[in-house]
């Protein structure tokens, strides 16, 4: 079904269209049709923006697996992009949003350049796709894909008739397939591009990262992908069950007063995510996407075995620990049940200052470090392929947003574009102020993150060198501060201390892992 959009977009041209000085010859033919792009800020990159990967999921298609695009007349003028998925903030925002955009430097379709597709962050609720320009990387060799999917209740909604009416007797998740529809589209035509489908790598940060964790445990997307790339964020506690998330969307149909699932599905957004409706994003273990929890699939070394490249950031807490003193810190410590006095070790304190340091250096290690630590070692163990960790610990200059390395504050460096991602740049506007030794830096990531897409390895001519991860005392990872050489771990004791939690957790009932 093609959409009012998607129609007046496709623009038939009359006059032949000309290949531009040093790029790639347009149009560009895809499976769906003719397209055409924009010009980079460089000459040497050209642009392809709100292309369809997927049928809009609208109406009878809201909850659904995500369909195949459908063919467009005439040409496409891929010019703009996309709209935003559905999100709880203002802008323009719509359920037609399955799109994907391409950046390029190829000058022609056999050149066959490594992919790098972008899955963006913002805990599965927020962003986009167009946040982030690839542009930088585009011109360092490699073809650069960023993606939408679903997000919030409109990504993840599980539901006991959902789950009847499918064919693979699941529900929720649809987020996650929407990305594994982009990575198919992205095997059937990104030769057009430029780009070599042999040689795609994934690679996001946050809810983006969790989304490369599950794509790498899921057998759904086993295949469309050769590398992997996870910047703070992964998924091996313990995860919610199908049967939980059913639950909650009981819950939402009841919160919005519809009688049936046509009802439901008739409901608007702003309905769907008012504030009396209450709903937890999550991916869920339904047997199908995930046949079982993450944490399992990698120890039964089960995963989309590849190469991967993953890392966690210094600061990753201060921007989630909005306050705290002794207070707060000693309450916290209980939940880790007769691991308190050690907890109170691990992340001592006197003063309140003290205490909100330890809260946050406790939620950088539980939510992030203990997590990415956990991925490596577990692929380390059950994996043939070799993974690589970094540890990112250089402040951003001023104007700060938040204190420290904070979380995302690596994405500008990795993206070799110190403008590339709205977590680069403070809350009023004003311009960061830019170092040499930030310009560096940001070519030095950059180019592992490229080399690393091309052979499966970062390292290369005039970089440090950059160790294989392996388990043991002196576990080392790439530290990426205001100098970059290879170190051993940090963080080790609470990393430890969890580990120990950790595995109680996952005996409890509740865990995935013990039913």
Same mark, same amino acid.
Request: a negative charge; hydrophobic letters at 40%; proline letters at 6%.
């Given at each position: 079904?093609?959409?009012?959009?998607?129609?007046?977009?496709?623009?038939?041209?009359?006059?032949?269209?000309?290949?531009?000085?040093?790029?790639?010859?347009?149009? *560009?033919?895809?499976?769906?049709?003719?397209?055409?792009?924009?010009?980079?800020?460089?000459?040497?990159?050209?642009?392809?923006?709100?292309?369809?990967?997927?049928?809009?999921? *609208?109406?009878?298609?809201?909850?659904?697996?995500?369909?195949?695009?459908?063919?467009?007349?005439?040409?496409?003028?891929?010019?703009?992009?996309?709209?935003?998925?559905?999100?709880?903030? !203002?802008?323009?925002?719509?359920? &037609?949003?399955?799109?994907?955009?391409?950046?390029?430097?190829?000058?022609?379709?056999?050149?066959?350049?490594?992919?790098?597709?972008?899955?963006? +962050?913002?805990?599965?609720?927020? +962003?986009?796709?167009?946040?982030?320009?690839?542009?930088?990387?585009?011109?360092?060799?490699?073809?650069?894909?960023?993606?939408?999917?679903?997000?919030?209740?409109?990504?993840?909604?599980?539901?006991?008739?959902?789950?009847?009416?499918?064919?693979?007797?699941?529900?929720?998740?649809?987020?996650? #397939? &929407?990305?594994?529809?982009?990575?198919?589209?992205?095997?059937?035509?990104?030769?057009?591009?430029?780009?070599?489908?042999?040689?795609?790598? *994934?690679?996001?940060?946050?809810? +983006?990262?969790?989304?490369?964790?599950?794509?790498?445990?899921?057998?759904?997307?086993?295949?469309?992908?050769?590398?992997?790339?996870?910047?703070?964020?992964?998924?091996?506690?313990?995860?919610?069950?199908?049967?939980?998330?059913?639950?909650?969307?009981?819950?939402? $149909?009841?919160?919005?007063?519809?009688?049936?699932?046509?009802?439901?599905?008739?409901?608007?957004?702003?309905?769907?995510?008012?504030?009396?409706?209450?709903? $937890?994003?999550?991916?869920?273990?339904?047997?199908? #996407?995930?046949?079982?929890?993450?944490?399992?699939?990698?120890?039964?070394?089960?995963?989309?075995?590849?190469?991967?490249?993953?890392?966690?950031?210094?600061?990753?807490?201060?921007?989630?620990?909005?306050?705290?003193?002794?207070?707060?810190?000693?309450?916290?410590?209980?939940?880790?049940?007769?691991?308190?006095?050690?907890?109170?070790?691990?992340?001592?304190?006197?003063?309140?200052?003290?205490?909100? &340091?330890?809260?946050?250096?406790?939620?950088?290690?539980?939510?992030?470090?203990?997590?990415?630590?956990?991925?490596?070692?577990? $692929?380390?163990?059950?994996?043939?392929?070799?993974?690589?960790?970094?540890?990112?610990?250089?402040?951003?200059?001023?104007?700060?947003?938040?204190?420290? !390395?904070?979380?995302?504050?690596?994405?500008?460096?990795?993206?070799?574009?110190?403008?590339?991602?709205?977590?680069?740049?403070?809350?009023?506007?004003?311009?960061?102020?830019?170092?040499?030794?930030?310009?560096?830096?940001?070519?030095?990531?950059?180019?592992?993150?490229?080399?690393?897409?091309?052979?499966?390895?970062?390292?290369?001519?005039?970089?440090?060198?950059?160790?294989?991860?392996?388990?043991?005392?002196?576990?080392?990872?790439?530290?990426? +501060?205001?100098?970059?050489?290879?170190?051993?771990?940090?963080?080790?004791?609470?990393?430890?201390?969890?580990?120990?939690?950790?595995?109680?957790?996952?005996?409890?009932?509740?865990?995935?892992?013990?039913?």
């Amino acid at each position: 079904m093609m959409t009012r959009m998607m129609t007046i977009r496709a623009v038939v041209f009359f006059a032949a269209v000309l290949p531009l000085a040093a790029s790639i010859p347009e149009p *560009i033919h895809t499976q769906q049709g003719d397209l055409t792009g924009v010009a980079g800020d460089s000459s040497a990159v050209r642009v392809f923006k709100g292309i369809p990967y997927a049928e809009p999921p *609208i109406q009878g298609l809201r909850w659904k697996a995500p369909k195949p695009p459908t063919r467009w007349n005439g040409v496409f003028a891929a010019d703009h992009f996309g709209s935003e998925c559905i999100q709880p903030r !203002a802008g323009f925002t719509s359920e &037609d949003c399955l799109t994907l955009n391409v950046y390029t430097a190829a000058k022609a379709a056999a050149d066959k350049l490594p992919v790098m597709v972008w899955i963006h +962050g913002g805990a599965l609720q927020t +962003g986009a796709g167009s946040m982030y320009d690839g542009e930088a990387l585009a011109k360092k060799g490699v073809v650069v894909v960023t993606i939408n999917y679903r997000l919030g209740i409109l990504g993840f909604l599980a539901h006991p008739d959902l789950t009847k009416e499918s064919d693979t007797k699941s529900s929720g998740n649809y987020g996650i #397939l &929407d990305q594994i529809a982009a990575l198919e589209w992205v095997k059937k035509n990104i030769a057009a591009f430029g780009g070599d489908p042999g040689k795609v790598t *994934i690679f996001g940060e946050s809810a +983006g990262s969790w989304s490369v964790n599950y794509l790498t445990a899921t057998p759904l997307a086993k295949g469309l992908f050769e590398r992997a790339i996870g910047e703070s964020g992964a998924e091996f506690a313990p995860a919610r069950s199908l049967a939980d998330m059913e639950k909650m969307g009981e819950a939402v $149909q009841e919160a919005v007063k519809a009688r049936t699932l046509v009802e439901l599905r008739e409901k608007s957004p702003a309905e769907l995510t008012a504030p009396n409706v209450r709903f $937890q994003v999550g991916v869920n273990v339904d047997g199908w #996407l995930l046949p079982q929890d993450v944490y399992s699939i990698y120890s039964a070394g089960k995963q989309n075995d590849v190469p991967m490249l993953i890392g966690s950031n210094n600061d990753e807490g201060t921007m989630f620990t909005r306050s705290g003193n002794l207070q707060s810190l000693k309450a916290a410590s209980a939940a880790y049940g007769a691991h308190a006095d050690d907890f109170l070790k691990v992340y001592s304190a006197s003063t309140d200052a003290e205490a909100y &340091d330890a809260l946050a250096h406790n939620m950088r290690d539980r939510v992030f470090g203990w997590e990415m630590r956990t991925w490596a070692r577990l $692929q380390s163990k059950t994996g043939k392929n070799s993974v690589y960790m970094y540890y990112f610990s250089h402040v951003p200059p001023p104007p700060e947003r938040v204190k420290g !390395a904070y979380h995302g504050s690596e994405i500008a460096y990795a993206f070799g574009n110190l403008h590339v991602a709205p977590f680069a740049q403070p809350p009023n506007g004003a311009e960061p102020q830019w170092t040499d030794y930030d310009r560096k830096l940001a070519d030095e990531m950059s180019s592992y993150w490229v080399n690393f897409a091309a052979t499966g390895d970062p390292n290369g001519a005039s970089l440090p060198k950059w160790p294989v991860f392996k388990i043991g005392s002196n576990e080392e990872v790439m530290s990426l +501060g205001d100098t970059v050489e290879s170190k051993a771990v940090p963080n080790k004791a609470g990393l430890d201390l969890l580990d120990t939690f950790m595995e109680e957790q996952r005996k409890l009932p509740h865990s995935p892992a013990a039913r």
